[in-house]
């Protein structure tokens, strides 16, 4: 079944950067409701570019992100992201012919780095 995934970067306004920190993937159908994600565990990366000090605000946020396993807390979660008062942006939605399960798999390798 067809699928799809959404990228949740940090940015960092004063350098105009992203950093890749976590994905979701979830089927295509409207019916299926199950979302699988991803978020790294170590923040370190984010924290040594961007200059930031250690904030667990932000591993607080990622844990809770990790834990969502449907749509709507999905959804939820991404309107918080792109709001103009966050330091997290969120992809648009991307297709695959891929399963959910398997994609997130990819998308873990492809766009994160521990």
């Known amino acids: ?5 959404i990228v949740v970067q940090v940015f ?11 994905v979701f993937a979830f089927d295509f159908d409207p019916e299926a409701t ?5 978020f790294v565990s170590n923040f370190d990366r984010v924290y040594a570019a961007f200059g ?8 607080a946020i990622a844990e809770h992100a990790g834990k969502i396993s449907t749509k709507e807390q999905m959804e939820d ?5 792109n ?8 992809t648009e939605k991307r297709g ?11 998308a873990r390798k492809t ?4």
């Open 77 to 81: 979660f991404l309107k918080g992201c």
């Open 34 to 38: 199950r979302v699988y994600s991803h």
């Open 111 to 114: 766009f994160l780095t521990e």
């Open 12 to 22: 960092d306004l004063l350098k105009g950067e992203c950093l890749n920190i976590g």
């Open 96 to 106: 695959s012919l891929d399963e959910a399960d398997e994609l997130i798999i990819w």
């Open 83 to 90: 709001s103009p008062w966050s330091s997290l942006v969120a």
């Open 1 to 5: 079944m067809p699928s799809q995934y």
């Open 52 to 59: 930031w000090h250690k904030d667990s605000i932000l591993e």
